[in-house]
């Protein structure tokens, strides 16, 4: 069982930075993988960032050099520190994790709004 908890997200100015953070009912560190997903209206989620155990990352192609995954397994939390925003980054981002329980599990967090705009 893990809970997800989104927090950061807001209204912000384009060009302006936010920093969300996703923190994990338990060890992040067993958590095989984290990420972050966004879903704008009338869009499908889509993969934003991702982490993995061993530090491995990917990003999606619209927000590299911009956006940067973060693990700290001491406060068991993942960040998602986005610079350079745009109007286009707005939407819900949700926090995501899988990990290995006899089988693949994914969780989702709850979801925290990120508005661009002037």
């Known amino acids: 069982q893990v809970q997800l908890v989104e927090s950061g997200g807001g209204l912000v100015q384009p060009g302006g930075s936010l920093r969300l953070s996703c923190a994990a009912s338990?060890?992040?560190?067993?958590?095989?993988?984290m990420g972050w997903y966004r879903q704008a209206p009338g869009k499908q989620r889509e993969l934003v960032a991702r982490?993995?155990?061993?530090?491995?990352?990917n990003y999606a192609d619209s927000v590299k050099g911009r956006f940067t995954i973060s693990r700290d397994n001491g406060k068991n939390t993942v960040y998602l520190q986005m610079n350079n925003l745009k109007p286009e980054d707005t939407a819900v981002y949700y926090c995501?994790?899988?990990?290995?329980?006899?089988?693949?599990?994914?969780?989702w967090g709850q979801g925290t709004q990120v508005t661009v705009s002037s």
């Open positions: 338990g060890s992040i560190a067993a958590i095989y993988a």
């Open positions: 995501n994790a899988n990990l290995w329980d006899n089988g693949w599990l994914f969780y």
């Open positions: 982490i993995t155990n061993t530090d491995s990352t």
